[in-house]
């Protein structure tokens, strides 16, 4: 079946970029995405992105999709210690959405 | 705007009980899911609803029901409860604007129902 994968920890410094990786094998992708999960609460959609684009920025986030790859990644200016959570990459098709297991990032002072 | 809410946020259950878990959205959306999170494997979608008045297996259906009640409810229950079902369980609604089922669009997650099952 198809796939979404992703690191499962990275550590950054406050202050620094961080840049979460994502692969998928779905070569029928309509919709790309990140969710953020903080301790003891559900997911939040940070962004999405369709598979027509290759870039989406919104304040602080950069989404970057390299579609002949099946890669996509989220980059993070400036990273703060509020940043720290779990973060699950998605895709989906007419049909079905698929997650990666999730990165969590943890932010150091 | 409550947007996704779930009950209960904890349960510790025995082995053979039942329970139904509740989920209730305000957004007007079509689209229900259940999803199940265990450490290392992401989200595995349990059942969905793609609109009132139906309802369809995900990937892990097994030892699950469900009922689309009205448009703002989807519950799940558990028949008789296993340990293998300890996990944090997940609802989520997406608007169905395009696709067959909806399931390609941004879904909004409520804040999930730790369940222990001993």
């Known amino acids: 079946g198809e796939d979404v994968e992703q690191s499962l920890f990275l550590s950054v410094r406050e202050g620094d970029s961080s840049v979460i990786n994502c692969t998928y094998t779905d070569s029928s992708s309509t919709y790309l995405y990140w969710y953020k999960q903080e301790p003891g609460a559900g997911l939040q959609l940070l962004t999405y992105i369709f598979s027509n684009m290759d870039m989406k920025q919104d304040q602080r986030l950069t989404v970057l999709l390299n579609k002949k790859d099946k890669h996509l990644s989220l980059r993070i200016a400036d990273t703060q210690t509020g940043d720290s959570a779990i973060y699950f990459c998605?895709?989906?098709?007419?049909?079905?959405?698929?997650f990666g297991a999730g990165t969590r990032l943890t932010v150091k002072p | 705007n409550a947007g996704v809410t779930q009950t209960p946020k904890f349960q510790v259950l025995k082995t053979g009980q039942s329970m139904t878990l509740q989920c209730a959205q305000d957004m007007n959306h079509n689209s229900m899911y259940w999803y199940r999170q265990d450490p290392g494997m992401g989200l595995r979608l349990i059942y969905y609803?793609?609109?009132?008045?139906?309802?369809d297996k995900g990937e892990v259906p097994n030892g699950y029901n469900v009922s689309r009640l009205n448009k703002r409810e989807f519950s799940l229950r558990l028949e008789s409860a296993a340990p293998s079902q300890t996990s944090v369980y997940f609802c989520?609604?997406?608007?169905?604007?395009?696709?067959?089922?909806?399931?390609?669009?941004?879904?909004?997650f409520g804040d999930g129902t730790r369940l222990s099952i001993l």
């Open positions: 998605a895709e989906s098709n007419d049909n079905d959405m698929r």
């Open positions: 989520a609604s997406s608007p169905r604007i395009s696709g067959p089922y909806g399931r390609n669009q941004p879904q909004h």
């Open positions: 609803s793609a609109s009132e008045g139906t309802t």
